[in-house]
């Protein structure tokens, strides 16, 4: 699983983000209960899942960031 280039995501709607980071946030919850119940296969999946939503996060502060100062 590759991480997706910024780019990419700065190419994303404002809603895709929106689903992008919920979807993300379910997927990090998932992979604690996982671990939690000692079912979890690949724990690198983490550090991807939180570089993921850190690039989502970025991008929707950057727009909210150029909007506001309009």
Do not use: C, Y
């Amino acid at each position: 699983m590759a991480l997706p280039e910024i780019a990419n995501l700065r190419s994303l709607s404002d809603g895709e983000i929106s689903e992008q980071i919920s979807g993300t946030r379910r997927e990090l919850f998932d992979l604690r209960f996982q671990q939690a119940t000692s079912r979890l296969e690949n724990p690198h999946r983490f550090r991807h899942a939180r570089l993921k939503l850190a690039q989502l996060l970025t991008v929707q502060k950057e727009r909210s960031s150029s909007i506001a100062a309009l």
